[in-house]
DNA sequence: TAAAACCTTGTAGCTACTACAGAGTCAAGC
DNA sequence: GCTTGACTCTGTAGTAGCTACAAGGTTTTA
C-alpha cells in the first residue's frame, strides 16, 4: 500500500505552493483527496502525477483551460490524440505569434531610446516628447505584464 | 476658448474607451475634469495630450506604475531626464528578457510536438506521455496571458 | 502539557481593464 | 410639452491564476 501524502508534502514533491494546489482543486482540475480524520487532504500517486501534469502544463504557458482540455484527453486513453496536436500547434502559433509582437515593441521602444541621452531636462527629453505624440496604435494584448501570450 | 469634450468625444478622440478614462481617473493618472451642469465630465485639451501620453506608454506595453512615473517626470520640466532614460532601458530590459523567455518556450514546444504526429490514441501521444514527466520548471512568468512581459 | 508546525475555510488582493445595473441628462422630433 | 433615444453617472462584479492573509483546528515534538 502506497503512502499518502499530506498537503504539505505533495507541495514538496511538485514543487507547488500549498495555496495553490487547493485552488486546483477549487478549479476542478484536481479531484478532491481522501480526508484524515482532523480533515487533513490525503494524496495518492495519483494525485502526483495528476498535479505534475497540471504544473507541466502551465511551465509551457498554457492556460489552465488548455490544461483541463488536455487533462481530458488524457482522461479517455482510447480517443485519438489529433486535437491534442492541434491543441498543441494553436498553442504554439500564441507563443510565435507573442514573439513577433515582442520584437516589434523592442524595435519601437529602442528607437525611442535613441531620441534622448540623459542629458536634457524632461522639457526637451526625446523621449518624453516621443511619448507625447499621438500617433498611437494599441496592439491587441495589452495589460498584463506578467508573461502571457495568449 | 477651446471646446470642452465629454467623456464620449475624448474616447472618439483618443481610441480609448470611456470606462478606461474614467478607471485613469480613479486611478489617479488623469485629473478629475471640470463637470456640467449636469454632473457630465468635460475635458480640455490638457486632458486629451496627458491620455493620448498614456495611451502612448501602455501600446509600449509600459505598465500604469511606470506610465505613472513618467508622468511624474513630465510634471517637472527642469529636472533632469536621466530617469527618464534609466526607466525606458529597464522596460527594454524587461521586453528582451521575455522574448528569451518565449524563445526558449517555443523550443520545448516545438520539441514536444515533435514527438506526435496525431495518429495514436491519446493513451500512446507522445505529447501527453511528455507532458507526464516530472521535470517541471516553472519559469518567473506564469499565469497571464494576454501580453506582458515584466 | 505546551509550543511549534502544520492544516482548515473563507476572504481579499494583485493588473488593467471590461461589463453590467439602475438611474440621471440632454437634444431632436412631433 | 412630451417622448424617444443616445449619452452619461455611480457603483459593483468579473476576468486569470494565483498569493496572502485571518482565525481557528490538528498533530508532532520537547
Redesign the pocket.
Known sequence: MRSLL??????HHTG?????I???EREGLLDPPL???????LYDQKHTERLNF?RHC?SLD??????RTLLKFRDVPEDSCLEVNALLDKHIGHVVERIAELSALQNELNELRSKCGGVQTTRNCGILQGLSGSDVSMPKN?????G?C?
Open positions: 499530506k498537503i504539505g508534502e505533495l507541495a507547488c505552493p500549498v495555496e495553490t487547493r485552488y486546483y480526508r484524515s480524520r482532523g480533515n487533513f487532504r497540471i502551465r498554457m492556460t489552465l483551460s488548455e490544461t495589452l495589460g498584463s505584464h506578467g502571457g495568449h
